[in-house]
Structures are given as C-alpha cells and as structure tokens.
C-alpha cells in the first residue's frame, strides 16, 4: 500500500465524516435552499447543524460562518471583499512574503489595478532562532493610518512555523484596520479560537482536516467588531448575500464533522504525530549523509506544528529524488508543490534565505493522524536508498 506523507496538501478523509455525510449523498438529495418541502427543509436543517457545530470548533458563532468551496475562495473573499469596501478610498493591505499563494496572487491582483498598496514584509531568515517568524516591530512600523487590512498565514503550509497571530491583531486593531487569518493548516493541528487570535476574518478548508475536498469556510465577524466585506459571487443570495450559489449539502455537513472531530482531540493526535515526526527526522539524519532541516526548531511545539517537516538533501535534486520514491508509492511533495502551476522553487523557502539548488533538493513531510510507525521506517529505508542511487 501507498506510504502518504503529503498531508499539508491534503488528508485523507476520515471513515467517520464520510458516515456521516453518507445520507446525504444518497436518500436526503433536497437543496437547501428549495424549503417550500420536506426534503429541502431537511438540507437546510442540515446545513445549520453543521455551522453550528463548525462554529463551535472555532469559537464562533454560527451566523459568523460562510460556507464557500475551499480556503482559496475563503481567501479570495476575504481580501478582495475587504478592498471593495475600500475602494474609494484606497488605503494599505499589509502581509509577508512567506503567504501562501492564494493571498499572495489577489494582492497581486489589487496592487496591479491600483485598487490598494501592498506591502508585503520579510520573514525570518534561516540563520534566525525561529525561521519563517514574523517581525512584529516591522509589522508596527508598517501599520500607517490608512491600513485597512493585514493578512496572515498562522501556520505555514512549507515549514510549519506558527505565527503571534495575537499579537498582529492588537497592532492592526489599534491602526484600525482588520486581520484576516489564513487557518488552512492549523484546525486539527493547535488551537484555533477565532477570539482568542484576534481574528476578524478566518479561512479554512475541509480537506485539510480530514473532511471532503470542494467545500471551505470564512469566518466574518458580527461580534464587538463586525468585519464588513463585499461579497464576490452573486446570483441567488444564499450565505448572506456574500456568496451566491446552491450549497453543498454533503460537503458542509462533512466539514462540520470533520471540524468536531478535530477539535475534540487535536492535543492529543498533535503529541502522538509530533513523535512519529522526531522519529522520522532522527532516521534521515542517521541514514542520509547530508540532510539539513529547513524551517522552525522541531522540538518547540509553540513555533511549528507537529505534522511538518521540511529538509533538503545536499547534491540531490528533489523533483528527481521524488519521481524515484513515487515508483515505491511514497508520496511526499517538494518545497515549491503549493505552487503547483510554478516550476520554480519555493518561494517560501527563498524568503528564508534558502539558494536555489538548496530549495530545488527540498522534500516536504506532512503527517497526519492515520500514519503510523511502519510507514515512517519504510519511508526512511525507502528515501535512503533513494539518496544513494541518485548520488551514485
């Protein structure tokens, strides 16, 4: 069978939330959004129970939860539904150079069209004590006046580093803009509690937590300080007129399960991962000559998650050493597969200061909850091997 360790791009969805989402794929086929039957009643029922219980998950309240079909949409929303608020009177979003492309491109988008000025700060470097880390005092600095937005990956999808998402938002409130939160990789994996980080506008998507591919969230607050955005699909009014279309009943009630699994036992399948993870760390550097770590310091919890590692391998080419493994069945990802229309290298790994050869010869690891420790060994035999082939 296939050893899976590219769970930052996606997990495999747990025997638990398909149950769950079963009745719906088959018997309970009414649209939510058509209550003048009993079968539409029933979706829309369920759709509800689900924001509640998605809500739940991340300390929300349900009116706060806006279905849409992936982070990537949430995050689209997010920012251009912030900038078209503003758009008359322009002002500044500010970010990092470490984003994950789905922030990275509508920044792009808006600062090609004159519609906002980006800035977009360094990260951490390579030689730092926490690569990939934020500057906060930078991040003060660039804070001006006409700052409407800052958007920030808590959790990054390369290396693992884990954000002061906290304290960003206290420095963006007291400028009077808002904080988005690209959550994408966090749920299941640390605590998430949108009050607690200071969001004012959250993304998420169910295929990183073990739910269905094809379904997300954003959180938009209402509480204390409502976050006002425009909406970007329009055409039916569902979703508080923010994100028009027929929703996905079997998807969002998968996301609503997958959301309360994750966040019932997320402290617990974080430690159990994070040994599976120093183990296969521990193998590769006594195995493979050579291997250096990319990102945050393993053993602190606080700075990366427990699921991630990321580690070139000195003389090898990664795209190379993963056609080789993928013939064994061992799946793993490059630095720069988020990227996956780019053939450069990670850009995430330029912004720590990583050279070109170093970040073509990166492999990512992500683990997840169904990994176990056979799957670890053999993926340290089978990249071993590997590594010496292609060095011969």
């Known amino acids: 069978m296939a050893i899976y360790l590219d769970n930052h791009s996606t997990t495999r969805l747990?025997?638990?939330?398909?149950?769950?989402?079963?009745?719906?794929?088959?018997?309970?086929?009414?649209?939510?959004?058509?209550?003048?039957?009993?079968?539409?009643h029933e979706a829309r029922d369920a759709v509800e129970a689900a924001r509640e219980k998605f809500a739940r998950a991340v300390g929300a309240e349900p009116d706060e939860i806006i279905f849409t079909s992936g982070a990537t949409e949430s995050v689209n929303l997010a920012i251009l539904g912030a900038a078209a608020r503003r758009r008359a009177a322009g002002g500044r979003i500010v970010s990092w150079n470490a984003e994950h492309r789905a922030v990275l491109d509508p920044l792009e988008h808006l600062a090609s069209r004159r519609e906002a000025e980006?800035?977009?700060?360094?990260v951490a470097g390579r030689d730092e004590s926490v690569p990939g880390l934020i500057d906060l005092e930078r991040f003060?600095?660039?804070?001006?006046?006409?700052?409407?937005?800052?958007t920030l990956l808590v959790a990054n999808n390369e290396i693992g580093t884990i954000q002061p998402a906290a304290a960003v938002a206290e420095l963006i409130h007291a400028a009077g803009g808002m904080l988005h939160l690209d959550c994408?990789?966090?749920?299941?994996?640390?605590?998430?509690?949108?009050?607690?980080?200071?969001?004012?506008?959250?993304?998420?998507?169910?295929?990183?937590?073990?739910?269905?591919?094809?379904?997300?969230?954003l959180f938009v607050r209402r509480r204390f300080r409502p976050a006002r955005i425009a909406g970007r699909v329009f055409g039916g009014g569902q979703e508080r007129g923010l994100r028009s279309g027929t929703l996905d009943v079997p998807g969002i009630v998968g996301m609503g399960e997958a959301a309360a699994i994750a966040a019932e036992g997320w402290r617990e399948e974080a430690e159990a991962v994070g040994r599976l993870r120093d183990r296969l760390w521990e193998g590769l550097a006594r195995q493979v000559p050579g291997v250096v770590l990319n990102g945050p310091p393993l053993d602190d919890a606080a700075v990366r998650l427990t699921c991630n590692l990321n580690l070139h391998v000195a003389g090898v080419d990664g795209q190379t050493l993963l056609a080789t493994l993928a013939e064994e069945d061992l799946a793993l990802s490059s630095g720069s597969a988020c990227s996956s229309a780019s053939p450069g290298p990670s850009h995430v790994l330029a912004a720590i200061g990583l050279g070109e050869d170093e970040a073509r010869a990166s492999l990512r690891f992500g683990l997840s909850r169904f990994t176990c420790p056979a799957e670890i060994d053999r993926a340290v035999d089978l990249i071993a091997a590997g590594v010496a082939r292609l060095r011969r």
């Open 14 to 40: 747990d025997p638990r939330v398909l149950e769950a989402m079963l009745p719906w794929l088959t018997d309970h086929y009414g649209n939510a959004g058509s209550t003048t039957h009993r079968m539409g």
């Open 118 to 122: 980006v800035v977009l700060l360094p």
């Open 140 to 150: 003060r600095e660039a804070c001006t006046s006409g700052t409407f937005l800052a």
């Open 184 to 217: 994408a990789q966090a749920i299941g994996r640390m605590a998430v509690d949108v009050d607690a980080l200071g969001a004012d506008l959250a993304s998420f998507s169910a295929h990183k937590f073990h739910g269905p591919k094809g379904v997300g969230a």
